[in-house]
């Protein structure tokens, strides 16, 4: 069982959850949910365009991502429409647009199933190194802008006021979103990877007394449901993507059951 | 002069929120700043502060000013884990006896380290007041830190304040809607009047602010 493909897999996946874990954290104290879901339907149509001009998959995903990410700064600040309107606009036009492009290629083999929802046999040496390389960058990254973006979920003008700059934070956070999503993409998919960001930390939200406890906890339980979910892909023979995400489900459920038992006791 | 705002003005719209707003803070004052609900204080405070932009006059800030502030208003996220001790150095590290002494001066020291969100009302503004002098600042911004606090604890929070401002020798702007307080204990009171430099809305000053409008601008 424990094949090549699989051990590329399974170091990929670990690689990924390490960064996941904090990262989801931000998207669940910010309300960044939508936020997330548009980054990566946008993931379709850095596969057209990456495909269009040759480049690896994880580049060009990474690239348009960040380029909505760029765009939805800069709407935000220039339109008045809100927020949500606006991310529907990039997410949906995004994909949209991705798969009219994927169309004019009929003989281009794109493997849609395996964008959509992950594909173990699929991680290359390449996509290995790129992973851990820009796994690791991103955490140095996350750790420069931890306590900006901290602040400034709590409160931006508390963290204006304190001479930090939360407004490039949250820029560098969604550059790094970007980037976190295209990694996930052979491992999880486009359908599924805000799932993998969002039910770790929610997992561990009852147990965590600090900030950084709640991340650290999200990245433990996000690699036990990656290793999970992969022995179970392996095994089973089902789409990697969302044996992962049952496996974190079966995780949350878990720790909800441990404390329903006292009353009284909320979230 | 810490801080000092000349014919100051902010508008949204085609409305005035603020404007001709004379005002500044020196070193040890304290500053009151009245108004009725509405009347712009927030947005005074905000401006002065550099937090939104202002679209007629001019703010001058000593450099490298030190800013203690403690908004109106501060929701926070449940799904945000924060101690008390925790939200102290949110924005800055700082060793655990100067922590200590912070929320001694609240007098919060005996609180142990529960999650925020379990604090009283005023509790949660007593930790606020410490988070912002804990940095030890020139000048100490406060909207409102009486909301919440009880009747005894008001007049204690304002010798409080008034205690700091002594240790610190900082400036402090406070806003507030104790007329009675701002007459007896400020050094300048600053009134503002809502709807003001509305069009149509001349005339609709209550007596309240009405009143109090022959004590506005500088002295
Ligand atoms: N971003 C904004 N856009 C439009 N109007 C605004 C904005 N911010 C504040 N206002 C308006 O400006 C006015 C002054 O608001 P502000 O919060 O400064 O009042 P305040 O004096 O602090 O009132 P309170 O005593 O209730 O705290 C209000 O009528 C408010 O509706
Ligand atoms: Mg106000």
Redesign the interface.
Known sequence: MLDDFFIRALLAGIGLAMVTGPAGCFI????LAYFGETIAHSALLGVAIAVLVDLHLVIGIFVTAALVVLAMYYLERRDTLPTDTLLGLLSHGGLAVGLVLLSFFPNMRVDLQALLFGDILAVSHTDLAVIWGGGVLALGLLWWIW?PL??A???P??????G?KPERAQLVFGILLAAVIAAAIKIVGVLLIVALLIIP??SV?RF????E??AAGAAVVGMTAVAGGLFASATFDTPSGPSIVVTALVLFILTRLGRTLPAGDA? | MLVKATDMGVRRGERWIIRHVDLTVDRGQLIYLIGANGAGKSTCAKAILGLLAIDEGSVERIPALKVGYVPQRLALSPTLPLTVRRLMTLTERFPSSRIESALAAVGLHRLGDPPVTTLSGGEFQRLLLARALIHRPDLLVLDEPAQGVDMAGSGVLLDLIQDIRRDLQCGVLLISHDLHAAMSSGDDVVVLVPHEHDERSVGLVDPYTGAARQGSGQN
Not at chain 1, 208 to 211: E, G, H, I, M
């Open positions: 669940v104290w910010r309300r306590r901290l602040a979920t709590v409160s003008d508390l963290a204006v006021v304190a930090l930390s929610a939200r965590a007394a600090s900030p406890q709640m979230r």
